[in-house]
Protein backbone atom coordinates (compact mmCIF):
# COMPACT_ATOMS: atom_id res chain seq x y z
CA UNK A 1 0.00 0.00 0.00
CA UNK A 2 1.86 3.09 -1.17
CA UNK A 3 -0.81 5.67 -0.40
CA UNK A 4 -0.70 4.56 3.60
CA UNK A 5 2.40 5.04 5.34
CA UNK A 6 1.09 3.42 8.40
CA UNK A 7 -0.87 3.83 11.34
CA UNK A 8 -0.08 6.63 14.12
CA UNK A 9 -1.46 7.30 17.98
CA UNK A 10 -3.64 9.84 17.84
CA UNK A 11 -2.52 10.50 21.38
CA UNK A 12 1.12 10.19 21.53
CA UNK A 13 2.06 9.86 17.66
CA UNK A 14 3.79 6.53 18.15
CA UNK A 15 3.66 4.67 14.61
CA UNK A 16 2.83 1.32 13.94
CA UNK A 17 2.20 -0.81 10.89
CA UNK A 18 -0.79 -0.84 8.91
CA UNK A 19 -2.23 -3.95 10.55
CA UNK A 20 -4.77 -5.45 12.71
CA UNK A 21 -4.12 -2.87 15.50
CA UNK A 22 -6.65 -0.38 16.96
CA UNK A 23 -5.06 1.24 20.08
CA UNK A 24 -1.23 2.53 21.09
CA UNK A 25 0.27 0.08 23.16
CA UNK A 26 2.30 2.34 25.13
CA UNK A 27 -0.56 5.08 25.60
CA UNK A 28 -3.98 2.92 25.14
CA UNK A 29 -4.65 5.84 22.44
CA UNK A 30 -6.79 5.00 19.58
CA UNK A 31 -5.57 4.61 16.22
CA UNK A 32 -5.40 6.43 13.30
CA UNK A 33 -4.66 5.72 9.12
CA UNK A 34 -1.60 7.95 7.91
CA UNK A 35 -1.03 8.40 4.32
CA UNK A 36 1.35 10.14 1.73
CA UNK A 37 -0.45 13.08 0.57
CA UNK A 38 2.54 13.91 -1.72
CA UNK A 39 1.82 10.60 -3.31
CA UNK A 40 -1.61 10.56 -3.81
CA UNK A 41 -1.58 14.27 -5.06
CA UNK A 42 0.91 13.01 -7.95
CA UNK A 43 -1.53 10.07 -9.11
CA UNK A 44 -5.07 11.15 -8.53
CA UNK A 45 -7.06 13.69 -10.46
CA UNK A 46 -10.98 14.36 -10.63
CA UNK A 47 -11.11 12.75 -14.50
CA UNK A 48 -9.87 9.51 -13.03
CA UNK A 49 -12.41 9.47 -9.74
CA UNK A 50 -14.92 10.59 -12.92
CA UNK A 51 -14.41 7.36 -14.44
CA UNK A 52 -14.53 5.59 -11.72
CA UNK A 53 -17.41 3.14 -10.48
CA UNK A 54 -20.53 4.67 -8.82
CA UNK A 55 -19.83 3.73 -5.53
CA UNK A 56 -17.55 4.99 -2.05
CA UNK A 57 -14.62 2.84 -4.44
CA UNK A 58 -14.49 5.95 -6.57
CA UNK A 59 -12.22 7.21 -4.05
CA UNK A 60 -9.84 4.06 -3.08
CA UNK A 61 -7.03 6.68 -3.53
CA UNK A 62 -8.13 8.22 -0.31
CA UNK A 63 -9.07 4.85 1.33
CA UNK A 64 -6.67 2.44 3.64
CA UNK A 65 -6.61 -0.71 1.15
CA UNK A 66 -4.43 -2.25 -1.45
CA UNK A 67 -5.43 -2.81 -5.55
CA UNK A 68 -8.09 -6.18 -4.27
CA UNK A 69 -11.73 -6.56 -5.04
CA UNK A 70 -13.42 -4.51 -2.46
CA UNK A 71 -16.25 -6.12 -0.68
CA UNK A 72 -18.93 -3.91 -2.01
CA UNK A 73 -22.62 -4.12 -2.52
CA UNK A 74 -22.86 -0.74 -3.94
CA UNK A 75 -22.69 1.46 -1.31
CA UNK A 76 -21.86 5.34 -1.79
CA UNK A 77 -22.17 7.63 -4.14
CA UNK A 78 -25.84 8.59 -3.03
CA UNK A 79 -28.38 11.78 -4.15
CA UNK A 80 -26.97 15.51 -2.97
CA UNK A 81 -30.71 16.74 -3.57
CA UNK A 82 -31.60 20.77 -3.40
CA UNK A 83 -33.91 21.30 -1.22
CA UNK A 84 -35.44 24.47 -1.70
CA UNK A 85 -38.81 23.84 0.09
CA UNK A 86 -37.18 22.68 3.30
CA UNK A 87 -35.18 25.51 2.74
CA UNK A 88 -38.07 28.14 2.54
CA UNK A 89 -40.00 26.46 6.04
CA UNK A 90 -36.42 27.55 7.92
CA UNK A 91 -35.81 30.37 6.20
CA UNK A 92 -32.58 28.98 4.74
CA UNK A 93 -30.87 29.83 1.64
CA UNK A 94 -29.16 26.78 -0.43
CA UNK A 95 -29.63 24.04 1.39
CA UNK A 96 -29.16 20.20 0.15
CA UNK A 97 -29.84 16.87 1.26
CA UNK A 98 -27.09 13.91 1.46
CA UNK A 99 -29.79 10.97 0.99
CA UNK A 100 -27.73 8.18 2.52
CA UNK A 101 -31.28 6.68 2.80
CA UNK A 102 -30.64 4.67 -0.15
CA UNK A 103 -27.74 2.65 0.32
CA UNK A 104 -27.92 -0.78 0.15
CA UNK A 105 -29.02 -1.56 3.45
CA UNK A 106 -30.64 1.54 3.62
CA UNK A 107 -27.78 3.41 6.00
CA UNK A 108 -24.58 5.56 5.93
CA UNK A 109 -22.91 2.36 7.98
CA UNK A 110 -22.70 0.12 4.21
CA UNK A 111 -19.85 3.01 3.88
CA UNK A 112 -17.85 2.16 6.54
CA UNK A 113 -18.79 -1.75 6.42
CA UNK A 114 -17.12 -1.90 3.10
CA UNK A 115 -14.18 -0.66 3.81
CA UNK A 116 -13.67 -2.41 7.03
CA UNK A 117 -14.37 -5.91 5.51
CA UNK A 118 -12.18 -5.03 2.34
CA UNK A 119 -9.62 -4.76 4.68
CA UNK A 120 -10.58 -7.63 7.26
CA UNK A 121 -10.57 -9.33 4.45
CA UNK A 122 -7.03 -8.61 3.08
CA UNK A 123 -5.84 -9.10 6.49
CA UNK A 124 -7.17 -12.91 6.48
CA UNK A 125 -9.74 -12.42 8.46
CA UNK A 126 -12.88 -14.94 8.05
CA UNK A 127 -15.60 -13.98 10.15
CA UNK A 128 -17.05 -10.44 10.28
CA UNK A 129 -18.52 -8.96 14.24
CA UNK A 130 -19.92 -6.21 15.56
CA UNK A 131 -21.60 -4.18 18.48
CA UNK A 132 -24.56 -2.22 16.95
CA UNK A 133 -27.03 -0.03 17.56
CA UNK A 134 -29.15 -1.50 14.64
CA UNK A 135 -27.55 -0.21 11.17
CA UNK A 136 -24.09 -1.32 11.38
CA UNK A 137 -25.52 -4.94 12.49
CA UNK A 138 -27.62 -4.65 9.11
CA UNK A 139 -24.55 -3.89 7.30
CA UNK A 140 -21.99 -6.16 8.54
CA UNK A 141 -24.22 -9.30 8.15
CA UNK A 142 -25.03 -8.25 4.64
CA UNK A 143 -21.74 -7.34 3.61
CA UNK A 144 -20.28 -10.51 5.01
CA UNK A 145 -23.06 -12.35 3.20
CA UNK A 146 -21.42 -10.74 0.04
CA UNK A 147 -18.12 -11.88 1.18
CA UNK A 148 -18.57 -15.20 2.18
CA UNK A 149 -17.73 -14.53 5.75
CA UNK A 150 -19.14 -15.71 8.75
CA UNK A 151 -21.03 -12.48 11.19
CA UNK A 152 -21.53 -12.20 14.62
CA UNK A 153 -23.49 -9.86 14.88
CA UNK A 154 -24.20 -8.16 18.95
CA UNK A 155 -27.43 -5.74 19.05
CA UNK A 156 -29.65 -4.42 22.39
CA UNK A 157 -32.56 -6.91 22.78
CA UNK A 158 -34.90 -3.85 22.23
CA UNK A 159 -34.11 -2.82 18.43
CA UNK A 160 -36.51 -2.18 15.75
CA UNK A 161 -38.29 -5.12 14.39
CA UNK A 162 -36.81 -4.23 10.97
CA UNK A 163 -33.16 -3.76 12.18
CA UNK A 164 -33.52 -7.15 13.62
CA UNK A 165 -34.74 -8.29 10.70
CA UNK A 166 -32.58 -7.37 8.34
CA UNK A 167 -29.56 -8.71 9.90
CA UNK A 168 -30.95 -12.30 10.64
CA UNK A 169 -31.77 -12.63 7.17
CA UNK A 170 -28.61 -12.97 5.56
CA UNK A 171 -28.20 -15.86 7.80
CA UNK A 172 -25.34 -14.76 10.57
CA UNK A 173 -25.50 -15.45 14.37
CA UNK A 174 -27.53 -12.16 15.54
CA UNK A 175 -27.17 -12.13 19.30
CA UNK A 176 -29.62 -10.01 21.33
CA UNK A 177 -28.10 -8.75 24.94
CA UNK A 178 -30.35 -7.75 27.69
CA UNK A 179 -28.73 -4.40 28.17
CA UNK A 180 -27.70 -1.06 26.78
CA UNK A 181 -25.64 -0.56 23.40
CA UNK A 182 -22.96 0.20 25.92
CA UNK A 183 -23.08 -3.03 27.59
CA UNK A 184 -22.91 -4.18 24.09
CA UNK A 185 -20.31 -2.69 23.36
CA UNK A 186 -18.46 -3.62 26.51
CA UNK A 187 -18.86 -7.08 25.99
CA UNK A 188 -17.62 -6.85 22.67
CA UNK A 189 -14.28 -5.17 23.63
CA UNK A 190 -13.93 -8.89 25.88
CA UNK A 191 -15.29 -11.06 23.15
CA UNK A 192 -12.17 -9.24 20.13
CA UNK A 193 -9.68 -10.47 23.25
CA UNK A 194 -10.53 -13.70 23.34
CA UNK A 195 -11.64 -14.05 19.82
CA UNK A 196 -8.47 -12.42 17.53
CA UNK A 197 -9.58 -14.28 14.86
CA UNK A 198 -12.79 -12.26 14.54
CA UNK A 199 -13.08 -8.74 12.45
CA UNK A 200 -14.71 -6.82 14.72
CA UNK A 201 -15.65 -3.53 12.60
CA UNK A 202 -16.01 -1.39 15.28
CA UNK A 203 -13.26 -2.52 17.85
CA UNK A 204 -9.67 -4.10 16.05
CA UNK A 205 -11.05 -3.13 12.83
CA UNK A 206 -12.39 0.28 14.13
CA UNK A 207 -9.16 2.04 12.50
CA UNK A 208 -9.99 1.54 9.13
CA UNK A 209 -13.71 1.27 9.59
CA UNK A 210 -13.87 4.74 10.48
CA UNK A 211 -11.81 5.84 7.08
CA UNK A 212 -15.58 5.26 5.55
CA UNK A 213 -17.14 7.75 6.68
CA UNK A 214 -14.77 10.51 4.89
CA UNK A 215 -16.22 9.53 1.25
CA UNK A 216 -19.19 11.66 2.40
CA UNK A 217 -16.97 14.30 2.02
CA UNK A 218 -15.48 13.43 -1.03
CA UNK A 219 -19.22 12.89 -2.59
CA UNK A 220 -20.35 16.01 -1.44
CA UNK A 221 -17.37 17.86 -2.92
CA UNK A 222 -17.11 16.28 -5.98
CA UNK A 223 -21.45 16.42 -6.76
CA UNK A 224 -20.85 20.40 -5.58
CA UNK A 225 -19.00 20.72 -8.66
CA UNK A 226 -15.82 20.02 -7.05
CA UNK A 227 -16.49 22.92 -4.07
CA UNK A 228 -16.80 22.31 -0.58
CA UNK A 229 -20.01 23.18 0.91
CA UNK A 230 -19.99 26.44 3.79
CA UNK A 231 -21.38 24.24 6.80
CA UNK A 232 -22.21 20.39 6.79
CA UNK A 233 -25.16 19.21 10.00
CA UNK A 234 -23.85 15.28 10.68
CA UNK A 235 -25.79 13.17 13.46
CA UNK A 236 -23.62 11.98 16.27
CA UNK A 237 -23.54 8.50 17.75
CA UNK A 238 -19.89 7.43 18.27
CA UNK A 239 -19.08 10.67 16.74
CA UNK A 240 -16.82 8.80 14.15
CA UNK A 241 -19.16 10.16 11.27
CA UNK A 242 -18.83 13.55 12.08
CA UNK A 243 -14.61 13.38 12.86
CA UNK A 244 -13.92 11.93 9.25
CA UNK A 245 -16.56 14.27 7.18
CA UNK A 246 -14.27 16.88 8.30
CA UNK A 247 -10.97 15.18 7.86
CA UNK A 248 -12.40 14.38 4.32
CA UNK A 249 -13.03 17.99 3.05
CA UNK A 250 -9.81 18.55 4.74
CA UNK A 251 -7.46 15.86 2.63
CA UNK A 252 -9.15 17.06 -0.89
CA UNK A 253 -7.33 20.17 0.00
CA UNK A 254 -4.07 18.08 1.03
CA UNK A 255 -4.06 16.23 -2.11
CA UNK A 256 -4.93 19.09 -4.35
CA UNK A 257 -8.54 17.58 -5.44
CA UNK A 258 -9.56 21.18 -3.93
CA UNK A 259 -7.41 24.38 -4.56
CA UNK A 260 -6.86 24.71 -0.72
CA UNK A 261 -8.40 23.40 2.48
CA UNK A 262 -11.60 24.54 3.01
CA UNK A 263 -13.23 26.07 5.39
CA UNK A 264 -16.30 23.63 6.34
CA UNK A 265 -18.24 24.59 9.51
CA UNK A 266 -19.20 21.58 11.00
CA UNK A 267 -22.40 21.47 13.47
CA UNK A 268 -23.72 17.87 14.90
CA UNK A 269 -26.88 16.69 16.07
CA UNK A 270 -27.62 14.47 18.90
CA UNK A 271 -30.82 13.44 20.70
CA UNK A 272 -31.57 15.32 23.91
CA UNK A 273 -32.38 11.27 25.64
CA UNK A 274 -28.80 10.67 24.42
CA UNK A 275 -26.80 14.17 24.17
CA UNK A 276 -23.20 13.80 25.77
CA UNK A 277 -20.99 15.80 23.60
CA UNK A 278 -23.98 18.50 22.52
CA UNK A 279 -24.19 18.88 26.75
CA UNK A 280 -19.82 19.24 26.72
CA UNK A 281 -20.33 21.93 23.85
CA UNK A 282 -22.93 23.95 25.88
CA UNK A 283 -21.31 23.56 28.75
CA UNK A 284 -17.84 24.67 27.33
CA UNK A 285 -15.98 21.46 28.80
CA UNK A 286 -13.94 18.33 27.17
CA UNK A 287 -15.22 16.26 29.54
CA UNK A 288 -17.77 14.43 28.54
CA UNK A 289 -19.70 12.79 31.30
CA UNK A 290 -21.49 9.20 30.42
CA UNK A 291 -25.01 9.14 30.35
CA UNK A 292 -27.52 6.31 30.29
CA UNK A 293 -29.24 6.73 26.75
CA UNK A 294 -33.40 7.12 26.73
CA UNK A 295 -34.94 8.42 23.18
CA UNK A 296 -36.70 6.93 20.50
CA UNK A 297 -33.40 7.59 17.99
CA UNK A 298 -32.11 4.35 18.65
CA UNK A 299 -29.34 4.34 16.40
CA UNK A 300 -27.70 7.45 17.24
CA UNK A 301 -27.81 5.83 21.87
CA UNK A 302 -24.30 5.80 22.62
CA UNK A 303 -24.30 7.03 25.79
CA UNK A 304 -20.27 6.75 26.20
CA UNK A 305 -19.18 7.93 23.21
CA UNK A 306 -15.59 6.93 22.29
CA UNK A 307 -14.53 9.55 19.71
CA UNK A 308 -16.78 12.15 21.31
CA UNK A 309 -14.06 14.04 22.23
CA UNK A 310 -12.25 14.05 18.43
CA UNK A 311 -16.09 15.42 17.59
CA UNK A 312 -16.15 17.99 20.40
CA UNK A 313 -12.76 19.37 18.89
CA UNK A 314 -13.89 19.05 15.04
CA UNK A 315 -17.23 21.31 15.52
CA UNK A 316 -15.32 23.97 17.80
CA UNK A 317 -12.30 23.97 15.73
CA UNK A 318 -14.52 24.74 12.53
CA UNK A 319 -16.71 26.98 14.18
CA UNK A 320 -19.91 25.17 14.30
CA UNK A 321 -21.71 24.46 17.27
CA UNK A 322 -24.16 21.37 18.19
CA UNK A 323 -28.01 21.43 18.85
CA UNK A 324 -29.84 18.57 20.96
CA UNK A 325 -33.53 17.08 20.27
CA UNK A 326 -36.69 16.19 21.91
CA UNK A 327 -38.33 12.90 21.10
CA UNK A 328 -41.07 15.35 19.79
CA UNK A 329 -38.98 17.16 17.61
CA UNK A 330 -37.65 14.14 16.15
CA UNK A 331 -40.54 13.36 15.17
CA UNK A 332 -41.65 16.42 13.60
CA UNK A 333 -38.39 16.40 11.55
CA UNK A 334 -39.16 13.35 10.01
CA UNK A 335 -42.76 14.59 9.23
CA UNK A 336 -41.18 17.80 7.83
CA UNK A 337 -38.34 16.29 5.47
CA UNK A 338 -40.54 13.78 4.35
CA UNK A 339 -43.32 16.47 3.37
CA UNK A 340 -41.54 19.16 1.99
CA UNK A 341 -38.54 17.04 0.00
CA UNK A 342 -40.37 13.16 -0.50
CA UNK A 343 -37.50 11.96 1.23
CA UNK A 344 -38.31 9.46 4.08
CA UNK A 345 -35.97 8.93 6.85
CA UNK A 346 -35.37 6.70 10.08
CA UNK A 347 -35.16 8.70 13.55
CA UNK A 348 -31.32 9.65 13.40
CA UNK A 349 -32.38 11.91 10.12
CA UNK A 350 -35.41 13.30 12.39
CA UNK A 351 -32.54 13.82 14.83
CA UNK A 352 -30.61 15.64 12.14
CA UNK A 353 -32.99 17.99 10.46
CA UNK A 354 -34.97 18.97 13.93
CA UNK A 355 -31.15 20.03 14.95
CA UNK A 356 -30.74 21.76 11.36
CA UNK A 357 -34.07 23.88 12.21
CA UNK A 358 -32.86 24.52 15.71
CA UNK A 359 -29.33 26.04 14.69
CA UNK A 360 -31.13 27.80 11.94
CA UNK A 361 -33.62 29.61 14.62
CA UNK A 362 -30.52 30.44 16.85
CA UNK A 363 -28.72 31.55 13.83
CA UNK A 364 -25.80 29.66 14.07
CA UNK A 365 -26.55 28.56 10.03
CA UNK A 366 -27.16 31.64 8.43
CA UNK A 367 -29.33 32.14 4.71
CA UNK A 368 -26.61 32.91 2.98
CA UNK A 369 -24.41 29.85 3.64
CA UNK A 370 -24.06 26.69 1.50
CA UNK A 371 -25.38 23.61 3.94
CA UNK A 372 -25.26 20.00 3.33
CA UNK A 373 -27.02 17.83 5.73
CA UNK A 374 -26.50 14.34 6.25
CA UNK A 375 -30.20 11.99 6.40
CA UNK A 376 -28.31 8.57 7.17
CA UNK A 377 -30.54 6.47 7.50
CA UNK A 378 -33.93 5.07 5.52
CA UNK A 379 -37.39 5.55 7.41
CA UNK A 380 -38.78 2.14 6.61
CA UNK A 381 -36.14 0.72 9.63
CA UNK A 382 -38.19 2.94 12.66
CA UNK A 383 -41.66 2.73 11.66
CA UNK A 384 -42.66 2.06 15.27
CA UNK A 385 -41.29 5.25 16.05
CA UNK A 386 -43.85 6.91 14.52
CA UNK A 387 -47.12 4.88 15.41
CA UNK A 388 -50.35 6.80 15.50
CA UNK A 389 -48.45 9.65 14.24
CA UNK A 390 -48.92 8.69 10.42
CA UNK A 391 -52.35 7.05 9.24
CA UNK A 392 -54.91 7.37 6.72
CA UNK A 393 -56.81 10.53 6.10
CA UNK A 394 -60.10 8.46 6.51
CA UNK A 395 -61.32 4.86 6.38
CA UNK A 396 -64.56 4.46 4.29
CA UNK A 397 -66.94 1.98 3.17
CA UNK A 398 -66.67 1.08 -0.87
CA UNK A 399 -69.09 3.90 -2.19
CA UNK A 400 -68.73 7.28 -3.93
CA UNK A 401 -71.17 8.62 -0.98
CA UNK A 402 -68.69 7.35 1.91
CA UNK A 403 -65.49 9.16 -0.11
CA UNK A 404 -67.61 12.15 -0.49
CA UNK A 405 -68.47 13.22 2.57
CA UNK A 406 -65.59 11.29 4.29
CA UNK A 407 -62.73 12.87 1.83
CA UNK A 408 -64.52 15.50 0.39
CA UNK A 409 -66.50 17.15 2.74
CA UNK A 410 -63.74 16.13 5.88
CA UNK A 411 -60.32 15.99 4.25
CA UNK A 412 -60.80 17.80 1.45
CA UNK A 413 -58.49 20.78 2.65
CA UNK A 414 -55.84 18.17 2.14
CA UNK A 415 -56.13 18.31 -2.06
CA UNK A 416 -55.39 21.41 -3.18
CA UNK A 417 -57.39 22.83 -6.33
CA UNK A 418 -60.46 20.77 -5.23
CA UNK A 419 -62.74 23.50 -4.70
CA UNK A 420 -61.97 23.82 -8.74
CA UNK A 421 -62.93 21.23 -9.91
CA UNK A 422 -66.33 20.78 -10.92
C1 LIG B 1 -24.23 4.96 13.30
C2 LIG B 1 -25.10 6.03 12.73
C3 LIG B 1 -24.74 7.39 12.79
C4 LIG B 1 -23.54 7.97 13.48
O1 LIG B 1 -22.46 7.22 13.62
P1 LIG B 1 -21.15 7.54 14.48
O2 LIG B 1 -20.07 7.46 13.49
O3 LIG B 1 -21.09 6.43 15.49
O4 LIG B 1 -21.28 8.88 15.14
C5 LIG B 1 -25.58 8.28 12.15
N1 LIG B 1 -26.72 7.90 11.56
C6 LIG B 1 -27.10 6.62 11.52
C7 LIG B 1 -28.38 6.29 10.85
C8 LIG B 1 -26.31 5.63 12.10
O5 LIG B 1 -26.69 4.36 12.04
ZN1 LIG C 1 -0.10 6.47 22.11
Request: glycine share 10%; net charge negative; proline share 5%.
Amino acid sequence: MEHVSGLRCRECGRSYPAQALHVCDFCFGPLEVVYDYERIAASVSREAIARGPRSIWRYHDLLPVDDVVPVDLGAGFTPLTRADRLAAELGLGELYIKNDTVNPTGSFKDRVVSVALTKARQLGFKVAACASTGNLANAVAAHAARAGMASVVLIPEDLEQAKVTMTAVYGGVVVAVRGSYDDVNRLCAELASEHPLWAFVNVNIRTYYAEGSKTLAFEIAEQLGWSAPDHVVVPVASGSQLTKVAKGFEELGLVGLLPEVPRVRVSGAQAAGCAPVATAFAEGTDAIRPVRPSTIAKSLAIGNPADGWYALQAVRQSGGAFAAVSDEEILEGIKLLARTEGIFTETAGGVTIAALAALAARGVIRSDERVVVLVTGHGLKTVEALAGACGPSATIDPTLQSFERSVIDEAGSLIPGEEHVE
